[in-house]
């Protein structure tokens, strides 16, 4: 059966890499050690933000005005250490991708980190090569939950959104895609649960993605 799909866009943190956990045991302490004390549960709601954004709902939530420049040094030093020896990966991402090539399926990573703070994080996990394209935040104007990555992204591989398939596993990635006018958007949470259900897709894996996608 032909795909109905000519690429795939792919988020990154929580998607392919896990390391949205690590965000979770690195943000209380982080903060703590700039003097501010966050119930771990706030974390909750940064999944899948900007930092630019995160640090102004940390102001928001703290009443204060944190130094953005000293947040995310102390931030990546902190996640940097946790992932000294290896970045984890989530569960089948290799399956994944090699489902990709037997199909010769172009892909592109469209996320809310930098892209050279990405393409870094993907060298480190061995998984840079197996990409076409890495979009970050800092190459549109406006991070999701708007759509401008997941355009970008379909752009770099030649097509439209709607010639493409996202996955993603954050409510804000997810009403990204879906903006961007992605033919099929699939949401495999990690941390967080969906609260919108927007996705034409839930998953409980990138194995049972494959599956959604006909691979």
């Known amino acids: 059966m032909a795909l109905q799909f000519s690429g795939v866009l792919l988020d990154l943190d929580g998607l392919l890499l896990d390391t949205e956990r690590l965000q979770f045991e690195v943000g209380p302490a982080v903060l703590k ?3 501010f004390e966050v119930e771990p549960t706030f974390f909750h709601a940064l999944v899948g933000v900007d930092r630019a ?13 944190i130094d953005r420049v000293a947040l995310d040094l102390a931030w990546n030093t902190a996640i940097d250490e946790k992932m000294r020896d290896a970045i984890p990966l989530r569960p089948g991402v290799h399956d994944f991708l090699d489902a990709l090539d037997e199909q010769q399926l172009p892909r592109a990573i469209a996320t809310n980190s930098d892209t050279a703070r990405a393409k870094w994080k993907l060298q480190h996990a061995g998984l840079l090569h197996r990409v076409h394209a890495v979009v970050g935040v800092d190459m549109v104007k406006r991070g999701k939950p708007a759509p401008d990555v997941y355009i970008a992204a379909a752009e770099t ?9 996202a996955l ?10 879906m903006e961007a006018g992605v033919a099929k958007v699939i949401q495999i949470p990690d941390m967080v649960l ?18 959604i996608m006909g691979l």
């Not at 954004?53 to 005005?65: F, H, K």
């Not at 591989?157 to 398939?165: A, N, W």
């Not at 969906?194 to 599956?211: K, M, P, V, W």
């Open 194 to 211: 969906s609260r919108d259900l927007r996705a034409h897709h839930q998953a409980g894996s990138l194995n049972e993605a494959r599956t």
């Open 33 to 35: 050690g700039m003097g």
């Open 157 to 165: 591989l030649g097509l439209r959104p709607d010639q493409c398939v």
């Open 53 to 65: 954004t995160s640090a102004r709902m940390i102001n928001e939530q703290l009443g204060g005005d």
């Open 168 to 177: 993603d596993d954050s409510d804000l990635g997810v009403h990204a895609a």
